[in-house]
């Protein structure tokens, strides 16, 4: 069974500045893809970025980039210039390739940012 | 516009009371799931359906029932709930696409639940 560890319960930043959230893995599959989901107070779940393992290159959404080690089964979410409104709880999420496969999800980091 | 409806989003219920939480999405989605949320444990599958009719258990499924009667609704029902079912519970839906294609799941906007 796929395993999702996210170490880091709380972290927390000064605004503007860049912050890393940890997520390593465990699956048996080559071929699967990962997730970072946002979710606010408002309780909505936001897809902030996803990677495909295939692909070598690492992901990128404006200030949100992720660190993609396949080896090493982390994947990890960078923030930079990081705002008030990045403040959330993130939940970094796995799924196969397979057809209807279900999205497994880490235990989620609490990010505060600082003004 | 694209999205996922659940209902109620706050619901306080006393133990053993009958209750149904409603999803509905408009994408035509074959797959849809519930999940629960506590904290430090994430989100947790309960149930899903992989089209009209198909439904399966996931990781927590005790205490729950699901139906899929319809593509685009399925309802998550506790017919007695218990305190430790309070929790906050999503509905999420996604295509049942083929290998290789890159597929988002819609999450509904949440429903908190508490059992007394």
């Known amino acids: 069974a796929q395993t999702v560890t996210q170490s880091q319960p709380e972290m927390s930043v000064q605004e503007a500045e860049t912050v890393t959230l940890s997520c390593t893995y465990d699956t048996s599959e080559s071929d699967y893809y990962l997730f970072w989901y946002k979710q606010p107070p408002s309780r909505q779940m936001i897809l902030v970025i996803r990677?495909?393992?295939?692909?070598?290159q690492n992901a990128t959404e404006n200030r949100f980039s992720v660190n993609f080690q396949k080896a090493a089964k982390s994947f990890s979410l960078k923030i930079s210039d990081s705002q008030l409104g990045d403040a959330a709880m993130y939940f970094c999420?796995?799924?196969?390739?397979?057809?209807?496969?279900?999205?497994?999800f880490g235990e989620g980091t609490q990010l505060t940012v600082n003004p | 516009e694209a999205q996922v409806t659940q209902n109620p989003r706050y619901l306080i219920t006393v133990t053993g009371k009958k209750l149904t939480v409603t999803c509905s999405q408009n994408m035509n989605h074959e797959y849809m799931s519930w999940y629960r949320q506590d904290p430090g444990l994430g989100l947790r599958q309960i149930y899903y359906?992989?089209?009209?009719?198909?439904?399966d258990k996931g990781d927590v499924p005790e205490g729950y029932k699901v139906s899929r009667k319809e593509k685009r609704n399925f309802p998550l029902i506790l017919e007695s709930p218990s305190p430790n079912q309070t929790s906050l519970y999503f509905c999420?839906?996604?295509?049942?696409?083929?290998?290789?294609?890159?597929?988002?799941?819609?999450f509904g906007q949440g429903t908190r639940l508490t059992v007394v």
């Open positions: 999420a796995y799924r196969t390739y397979f057809s209807g496969s279900r999205l497994t």
């Open positions: 990677q495909e393992a295939y692909k070598q």
């Open positions: 999420a839906s996604s295509f049942n696409s083929p290998r290789g294609a890159s597929e988002e799941a819609f």
């Open positions: 359906s992989m089209n009209v009719e198909v439904t």
